[in-house]
């Protein structure tokens, strides 16, 4: 290989290097890596599956009846020949959440975690719904940031407190009310509803809809706004 060969040669090289650097980022705690794209976009995959992910954010008190109505709402997509996926925060914290406490630092990072695992759901085109408290609402926006506007559905289980520890399925708002539990959401610890959530599911009074109905109130937002087809 002659001299200027060899120059030239380096020169490409270099500036591969240029450019494979600036290609590289920093995201938190990582350095030097770089997003590795497909040519299978979600586009792709939602057409495939003939649906549009997104994420349905059920929020509300401990005992609202946000895992019945998540379950009831999986069984109603199911039998419409739609692919969803529940994240349930209980069952999250048997295995991707079991280093987490229920201090308020670890909540955030176990909505944080949860969110970006919705987030990978919703670009596969799979409709997922996720079940927990989540009582804060600066850690629901960190959430609906993740996603492309219209992607995050935010849906408030608006049972009264009252109503709530009347239900009390896990005997916890007995628990904290003796003092056994501390930090515990509505006792003595907030719960933040949403300020502006795309749907409202009401329990108040004598109105007390069955889960299946209130899963129908969100079928029928997903249809009116085209979730479930490409």
Not at 2 to 21: A, C, D, E, K, Y
Not at 116 to 140: H, M, N, W
Not at 148 to 167: M, N, T, W, Y
């Amino acid at each position: 290989m002659t001299g200027s060969s060899q120059l030239r040669r380096r020169r490409i090289l270099t500036q591969r290097t240029v450019h494979l650097r600036f290609l590289m980022s920093n995201v938190g705690n990582s350095t030097n890596i770089m997003w590795h794209d497909c040519p299978i976009q979600k586009q792709d995959r939602q057409q495939l599956l003939q649906q549009q992910g997104c994420v349905i954010w059920l929020t509300g008190l401990s005992g609202s009846g946000k895992s019945t109505i998540a379950c009831a709402l999986s069984q109603s997509l199911h039998s419409k020949g739609k692919l969803s996926y529940i994240l349930d925060g209980d069952n999250i914290r048997h295995g991707l959440n079991q280093d987490l406490s229920f201090r308020a630092e670890d909540r955030s990072e176990n909505i944080r975690r949860i969110g970006e695992v919705a987030k990978l759901f919703a670009d596969a085109g799979v409709i997922c719904i996720t079940s927990l408290i989540s009582p804060y609402q600066k850690d629901r926006d960190a959430c609906r940031a993740l996603l492309s506007k219209g992607d995050f559905i935010e849906v408030f289980i608006d049972v009264p407190l009252h109503v709530c520890e009347a239900r009390d399925p896990k005997g916890l708002y007995k628990l904290a009310r003796a003092g056994k539990i501390k930090g515990f959401t509505g006792i003595d610890d907030p719960y933040e509803p949403p300020c502006s959530c795309e749907i409202v599911l009401q329990q108040k009074g004598s109105d007390c809809k069955s889960p299946s109905d209130m899963a129908e109130e969100v079928i029928s937002y997903l249809e009116e706004n085209g979730y479930l087809r490409a």
